[in-house]
């Protein structure tokens, strides 16, 4: 398994390698960020004061190799809009997002697992039927609609929950958390309902797909004619089969729910990385958005790594099949 | 998104609107306010941006605060003179203490104007208001300031940078301020607590100069989307919002538990025009060859802006929320021309106009304009257009978002402006006539600081000469009549083409109302119980 590992992480740095050049060239072509710095009752002197002193005056490309040499002793560059170290400023809004894509996470599979498996072991039943209905909704819905209709129904029109903002927070271990406080949960919850959506029909989908192959397998009428009961058929034999495609995709996704959750964050003004990469491309924050990009690579790296080790405990011919190589 | 979303809040908030009333604050002390946008520092030196200008208001006072209006009322000072033609005199208030309990003197204006120009890793910092003036203190209530040449906006200037403590704030570095730990000031509220992107709390400073404020806490609360906005004030997350979308406020004013406040803001929406090119990159013969450029002749200038109906981009677009513009500034502002009425929409004038100008049969034109910086910007531009198409020049219409617009706008691949017919704004910084003129209308002259946003690079020297002699004119009267002078040969030149003056809106809860700023800012000492 670990050449397996370090083959897959030389391929990572050629990657990133890859990225760091995309990324910082084509921000480079979207325009002249000192245009959105300065103030307009500053004249052409000052404004080229401040080009020169954010260092874009300097050719493309020793700006690419300033920002290659820090990059490889850790420094991802200073924003230009805040004057503070960029991946500091990413750091410190993650956890917020972090939380807001486990508890998406969570919310996809204590929903997403139960609703899936009934509709596969009685898919003829009203309900399945319901609860497929439902799925493609939750794939076909855009995010911000639904985002905007939770705060209409439940904040505005029923005042059950906060419309916005993350609530009383905790400081765990260095790092602020809303689980622990009723009113940060009640910030929480729509949120990562919306974000949630999405991922909860996906494993609806493929828990009931899953299931309803599994139970022609053999091995299920095995374990039927041993006489086994069916919450044990149901609970070990069929879940652990049909959970490895489940963990596969929720990893990938849960990549996608922490990179990504720039939308849901918006809408719902949750001050986590979302939020501070749509600024950042907005004014052109260019140190921020590489850094991110960079980030978010790095991100996907280790996901995948996971998913493999948990794969292989799940199914140990992955493990066999490695050494084969 | 704002636009596709907006009209279903609005639906929706009609559906609700009899069936719910706003859940109550939690004291009726706290004010909660949701802003468009968000500081980027505490440090009120950091950049001189709207979003921290507006949160240092608070926190701070400069040595002449800016009312609602602009003008520039005694705040740290109490009177300030020129004693002759090269030294302003300013009176400080004495007994102000600052929110730590330390005495303000003289030593911290002198330390302040020695800290503004240089903080490090500022992306554009105070230093405008500051270079070419030198300060000493005369005694611990007086100080002088000199300049080289005569320079009437030393109020202007000086009533833009905050006063720090000499103590705690000129030591302190930009980190410092997020703290907490340097940044106090002597304005009407100190600062509390800041968790970036999420909240910026602060708290009364009952032994305020100017009056304890009534707001015992207030919570700046950065929502960005305008629907969420709108959404936090109906269900009571917050009680104030401020740039309320327009596609909204029909409903809101529907609702008898919102109260909408409005009023003009310093922001002059105009086109500006390429009058410098003979070739003009947007400017095409009909068909599509070559021409020589049109814009150049002042009568397709008046054309264009007689094609235009200002009422209608009011009514239509603007949901009534602009005033049709006839100069650079609305009236009741420093140096704005009396004489001068917005162009009547007159078509068929503007068409004899362009068969005078010798191009009957109008020509092909590309307009351009950002979609995501002002009031319903793209949507005005679209306007425009049609209306253009409607005397015969055939108007395209290109929009972009603001971090693209703005930087090809000013200087393209060769490092002229790129575009040919421009929608730009622009906010009167000084709150008088001398801030649009010298950056819009003067000779784009890079070594002068003059014309710096001058788009079109419009260029008559005798207008130069007068916005010149005005800009070293020490008596106010004079200076008045001057400016609104070169605004009268500007406008009559059609330097630019004024559309519209934006007016803005800020929703609360009802029992509140804001007092509007023309400089946009929504400030809590602004918040006032009905």
């Given at each position: 398994?670990?050449?397996?590992?370090?083959?897959r992480?030389?391929?990572s740095?050629?990657?990133?390698?890859?990225?760091?050049?995309?990324?910082?060239?084509?921000?480079?072509?979207?325009?002249?960020?000192?245009?959105?710095?300065?103030?307009?009752?500053?004249?052409?002197?000052?404004?080229?004061?401040?080009?020169?002193?954010?260092?874009?005056?300097?050719?493309?490309?020793?700006?690419?190799?300033?920002?290659?040499?820090?990059?490889?002793?850790?420094?991802?560059?200073?924003?230009?809009?805040?004057?503070?170290?960029?991946?500091?400023?990413?750091?410190?809004?993650?956890?917020?997002?972090?939380?807001?894509?486990?508890?998406?996470?969570?919310?996809?599979?204590?929903?997403?697992?139960?609703?899936?498996?009934?509709?596969?072991?009685?898919?003829?039943?009203?309900?399945?039927?319901?609860?497929?209905?439902?799925?493609?909704?939750?794939?076909?819905?855009?995010?911000?609609?639904?985002?905007?209709?939770?705060?209409?129904?439940?904040?505005?029109?029923?005042?059950?929950?906060?419309?916005?903002?993350?609530?009383?927070?905790?400081?765990?271990?260095?790092?602020?958390?809303?689980?622990?406080?009723?009113?940060?949960?009640?910030?929480?919850?729509?949120?990562?309902?919306?974000?949630?959506?999405?991922?909860?029909?996906?494993?609806?989908?493929?828990?009931?797909?899953?299931?309803?192959?599994?139970?022609?397998?053999?091995?299920?009428?095995?374990?039927?004619?041993?006489?086994?009961?069916?919450?044990?058929?149901?609970?070990?034999?069929?879940?652990?089969?049909?959970?490895?495609?489940?963990?596969t995709?929720?990893g990938l996704?849960?990549g996608?729910?922490?990179?990504?959750?720039?939308?849901?964050?918006?809408?719902?003004?949750?001050?986590?990385?979302?939020?501070?990469?749509?600024?950042?491309?907005?004014?052109?924050?260019?140190?921020?958005?590489?850094?991110?990009?960079?980030?978010?690579?790095?991100v996907f790296v280790v996901i995948n790594l996971l998913v493999d080790i948990?794969?292989?405990?799940?199914?140990?011919?992955?493990?066999?099949?490695?050494?084969?190589? | 998104?704002?636009?596709?979303?907006?009209?279903?809040?609005?639906?929706?908030?009609?559906?609700?609107?009899?069936?719910?009333?706003?859940?109550?604050?939690?004291?009726?002390?706290?004010?909660?306010?949701?802003?468009?946008?968000?500081?980027?520092?505490?440090?009120?030196?950091?950049?001189?941006?709207?979003?921290?200008?507006?949160?240092?208001?608070?926190?701070?006072?400069?040595?002449?605060?800016?009312?609602?209006?602009?003008?520039?009322?005694?705040?740290?000072?109490?009177?300030?003179?020129?004693?002759?033609?090269?030294?302003?005199?300013?009176?400080?208030?004495?007994?102000?203490?600052?929110?730590?309990?330390?005495?303000?003197?003289?030593?911290?204006?002198?330390?302040?104007?020695?800290?503004?120009?240089?903080?490090?890793?500022?992306?554009?910092?105070?230093?405008?208001?500051?270079?070419?003036?030198?300060?000493?203190?005369?005694?611990?209530?007086?100080?002088?300031?000199?300049?080289?040449?005569?320079?009437?906006?030393?109020?202007?200037?000086?009533?833009?940078?905050?006063?720090?403590?000499?103590?705690?704030?000129?030591?302190?570095?930009?980190?410092?301020?997020?703290?907490?730990?340097?940044?106090?000031?002597?304005?009407?509220?100190?600062?509390?607590?800041?968790?970036?992107?999420?909240?910026?709390?602060?708290?009364?400073?009952?032994?305020?100069?100017?009056?304890?404020?009534?707001?015992?806490?207030?919570?700046?609360?950065?929502?960005?989307?305008?629907?969420?906005?709108?959404?936090?004030?109906?269900?009571?997350?917050?009680?104030?919002?401020?740039?309320?979308?327009?596609?909204?406020?029909?409903?809101?004013?529907?609702?008898?538990?919102?109260?909408?406040?409005?009023?003009?803001?310093?922001?002059?929406?105009?086109?500006?025009?390429?009058?410098?090119?003979?070739?003009?990159?947007?400017?095409?013969?009909?068909?599509?060859?070559?021409?020589?450029?049109?814009?150049?002749?002042?009568?397709?200038?008046?054309?264009?802006?007689?094609?235009?109906?200002?009422?209608?981009?009011?009514?239509?677009?603007?949901?009534?929320?602009?005033?049709?513009?006839?100069?650079?500034?609305?009236?009741?502002?420093?140096?704005?021309?009396?004489?001068?009425?917005?162009?009547?929409?007159?078509?068929?004038?503007?068409?004899?106009?362009?068969?005078?100008?010798?191009?009957?049969?109008?020509?092909?034109?590309?307009?351009?304009?950002?979609?995501?910086?002002?009031?319903?910007?793209?949507?005005?531009?679209?306007?425009?257009?049609?209306?253009?198409?409607?005397?015969?020049?055939?108007?395209?219409?290109?929009?972009?978002?603001?971090?693209?617009?703005?930087?090809?706008?000013?200087?393209?691949?060769?490092?002229?402006?790129?575009?040919?017919?421009?929608?730009?704004?622009?906010?009167?910084?000084?709150?008088?006539?001398?801030?649009?003129?010298?950056?819009?209308?003067?000779?784009?002259?890079?070594?002068?600081?003059?014309?710096?946003?001058?788009?079109?690079?419009?260029?008559?020297?005798?207008?130069?000469?007068?916005?010149?002699?005005?800009?070293?004119?020490?008596?106010?009267?004079?200076?008045?009549?001057?400016?609104?002078?070169?605004?009268?040969?500007?406008?009559?030149?059609?330097?630019?083409?004024?559309?519209?003056?934006?007016?803005?809106?800020?929703?609360?809860?009802?029992?509140?109302?804001?007092?509007?700023?023309?400089?946009?800012?929504?400030?809590?000492?602004?918040?006032?119980?009905?």
């Amino acid at each position: 398994m670990s050449v397996f590992i370090l083959r897959r992480m030389l391929q990572s740095v050629f990657v990133m390698v890859a990225m760091a050049v995309i990324v910082f060239f084509g921000i480079h072509f979207v325009g002249d960020p000192v245009y959105m710095f300065v103030s307009p009752d500053m004249d052409q002197a000052d404004i080229e004061q401040v080009t020169r002193a954010l260092g874009l005056d300097r050719p493309i490309w020793e700006q690419f190799w300033a920002f290659v040499t820090s990059a490889l002793q850790g420094d991802l560059g200073q924003s230009f809009v805040f004057g503070e170290p960029a991946l500091g400023l990413i750091l410190e809004r993650m956890p917020a997002t972090l939380e807001l894509a486990f508890a998406a996470l969570f919310l996809a599979v204590v929903l997403g697992l139960p609703l899936g498996l009934y509709a596969g072991l009685y898919p003829d039943s009203g309900v399945s039927k319901t609860i497929m209905a439902g799925s493609i909704l939750g794939f076909s819905l855009p995010t911000f609609w639904v985002g905007i209709m939770m705060i209409m129904v439940f904040a505005v029109i029923l005042g059950w929950l906060p419309s916005t903002g993350r609530g009383e927070t905790v400081d765990v271990l260095g790092v602020e958390l809303s689980f622990f406080t009723l009113d940060g949960l009640s910030h929480l919850a729509l949120p990562a309902l919306n974000l949630a959506l999405l991922k909860i029909s996906l494993v609806i989908r493929l828990t009931r797909a899953g299931t309803r192959e599994a139970m022609l397998q053999d091995y299920i009428k095995f374990a039927r004619a041993k006489g086994l009961s069916r919450s044990r058929i149901v609970g070990v034999h069929l879940l652990k089969n049909i959970l490895i495609p489940v963990v596969t995709v929720l990893g990938l996704e849960f990549g996608s729910l922490v990179a990504f959750s720039v939308v849901t964050e918006t809408i719902f003004a949750w001050p986590g990385m979302g939020k501070l990469l749509i600024e950042s491309i907005q004014q052109l924050d260019r140190p921020v958005i590489v850094a991110y990009l960079m980030m978010i690579v790095v991100v996907f790296v280790v996901i995948n790594l996971l998913v493999d080790i948990v794969y292989s405990v799940l199914d140990p011919r992955v493990r066999l099949g490695d050494r084969g190589n | 998104m704002t636009s596709i979303t907006a009209p279903l809040v609005r639906a929706l908030a009609c559906a609700a609107c009899s069936a719910v009333a706003l859940a109550a604050p939690a004291t009726a002390e706290d004010l909660t306010i949701g802003v468009a946008s968000e500081a980027t520092s505490i440090d009120p030196h950091f950049h001189n941006l709207g979003p921290n200008n507006q949160l240092s208001f608070m926190i701070y006072d400069r040595l002449a605060n800016p009312d609602d209006r602009q003008n520039f009322k005694p705040g740290l000072a109490v009177s300030w003179q020129p004693v002759n033609d090269t030294t302003w005199e300013f009176k400080l208030r004495e007994g102000v203490t600052f929110h730590d309990g330390s005495p303000f003197t003289a030593d911290d204006v002198i330390c302040t104007f020695e800290r503004a120009p240089n903080v490090p890793n500022s992306p554009a910092g105070f230093g405008t208001y500051i270079k070419g003036k030198t300060f000493e203190k005369i005694d611990d209530f007086t100080v002088h300031v000199k300049t080289e040449a005569p320079y009437p906006l030393m109020v202007n200037d000086l009533g833009n940078v905050a006063i720090i403590s000499d103590e705690k704030g000129c030591s302190g570095t930009t980190q410092d301020f997020n703290d907490g730990v340097a940044s106090v000031g002597t304005g009407p509220f100190k600062f509390v607590e800041y968790v970036p992107g999420d909240r910026i709390v602060l708290a009364a400073n009952a032994d305020y100069w100017g009056g304890a404020p009534i707001w015992e806490t207030v919570t700046l609360k950065p929502i960005k989307a305008g629907p969420s906005r709108v959404a936090a004030l109906l269900a009571g997350d917050v009680d104030l919002i401020s740039g309320v979308p327009t596609t909204d406020i029909a409903t809101l004013k529907a609702r008898d538990d919102v109260t909408l406040s409005q009023g003009v803001s310093n922001r002059v929406i105009y086109l500006h025009i390429d009058q410098f090119r003979e070739n003009s990159p947007f400017v095409k013969a009909n068909g599509g060859g070559d021409i020589e450029n049109p814009l150049m002749d002042q009568r397709v200038r008046k054309a264009i802006s007689k094609a235009i109906s200002r009422e209608l981009i009011r009514d239509r677009v603007m949901e009534g929320l602009s005033i049709p513009a006839g100069q650079l500034l609305p009236e009741g502002f420093f140096g704005v021309s009396e004489n001068l009425q917005p162009e009547p929409y007159d078509p068929e004038g503007a068409k004899a106009l362009l068969a005078a100008a010798g191009v009957p049969d109008g020509f092909e034109l590309t307009i351009h304009g950002p979609n995501d910086r002002y009031l319903n910007d793209a949507k005005i531009v679209e306007a425009i257009a049609q209306m253009l198409n409607r005397i015969g020049i055939k108007a395209q219409v290109e929009t972009m978002p603001r971090s693209v617009y703005f930087s090809r706008a000013s200087s393209g691949a060769d490092g002229l402006p790129e575009f040919s017919l421009i929608l730009v704004g622009w906010g009167a910084g000084s709150g008088e006539a001398s801030s649009p003129l010298r950056a819009l209308i003067a000779s784009y002259d890079k070594d002068k600081g003059m014309g710096t946003a001058n788009r079109g690079r419009y260029s008559n020297p005798e207008v130069d000469a007068v916005i010149e002699e005005a800009l070293s004119e020490v008596d106010d009267e004079k200076r008045a009549d001057l400016l609104a002078r070169a605004t009268e040969m500007a406008i009559e030149d059609l330097a630019i083409i004024p559309i519209h003056y934006q007016v803005n809106t800020w929703a609360s809860k009802k029992g509140l109302s804001y007092i509007p700023r023309t400089d946009e800012y929504t400030l809590a000492q602004g918040v006032v119980k009905d």
